[in-house]
Every structure is written in structure tokens, then in C-alpha cells.
């Protein structure tokens, strides 16, 4: 059963925090570099951060110090740690697989919005 569920988004002021969470199926998540991504209305899906299944991590810059992608490698588990929210940060957010292609599984994502 193939599986991406995204959840802990939500409406926030600025400069607060968020950690988002995603559950995984084993066969997208076991071995695999997992990452978090965001899509704004009208373009396309960019990368935000991703992790190795060792724990290696790599981060945007426009996230770095701020953001903090994690894994749980038991419960097939994604986390992203979003603090300081900006209201750039508006968008939806979705993890999947590293270097996932469009026409690939993609779950349904998790709405923040940042107001000023």
C-alpha cells in the first residue's frame, strides 16, 4: 500500500513555529532519501529539504537556520521543524521521496499560511 500523509500545517503569525509531520509506506520510505517540498498556486513543486536514512541533511538556503527536516526510521516518519515563519514560508507542503517526479504518488500535502 503506497502512503504519504502530511499533516501539522495550519494558519500562524509570523516568527512563530510549525513542525509538520509525514507518514510514510514502507516501500517510499525504507532505504530512501526522503524530502520535504512546497508548491505555491502556479508553479511548480520545489525542494525545501531532504534527509538520508542516516540522517544526512541538506536545506535550502531560503530555510537554512530556520528549518529542520528529521526522520524516525521505526515509525516511517518525516518531520519538518519550521521556525520563524515568514509569510514567504505560505505553501503547500509535501514530502515524498527525494528527486520524486511529478507524475510520481504524491499524498495531498499540508496548507501553511503565515500572515504578517
Known amino acids: 500500500q503506497v502512503q504519504l500523509v502530511e499533516s501539522g500545517g495550519g494558519l500562524v503569525q509570523a516568527g512563530v513555529s510549525l513542525r509538520l509531520f509525514c507518514a510514510v509506506s514502507?516501500?517510499?520510505?525504507?532505504?530512501?532519501?526522503m524530502a520535504w517540498y512546497l508548491q505555491t498556486p502556479g508553479k511548480q513543486r520545489e525542494l525545501v529539504a531532504s534527509?538520508?536514512?542516516?540522517?544526512?541533511?541538506s536545506h535550502a538556503d531560503s530555510v537554512k537556520g530556520r528549518f529542520a527536516i528529521s526522520r524516525d526510521n521505526v515509525k516511517r516518519t518525516v518531520y519538518l521543524q519550521m521556525d520563524s515563519l515568514k509569510p514567504e514560508d505560505t505553501a503547500v507542503y509535501y514530502c515524498?521521496?527525494?528527486?520524486?517526479?511529478?507524475?510520481?504518488?504524491w499524498g495531498q500535502g499540508t496548507q501553511v499560511t503565515v500572515s504578517s
Open positions: 514502507r516501500s517510499i520510505f525504507s532505504g530512501n532519501v
Open positions: 534527509i538520508t536514512p542516516f540522517g544526512v541533511t
Open positions: 515524498n521521496q527525494h528527486n520524486a517526479h511529478p507524475w510520481d504518488y
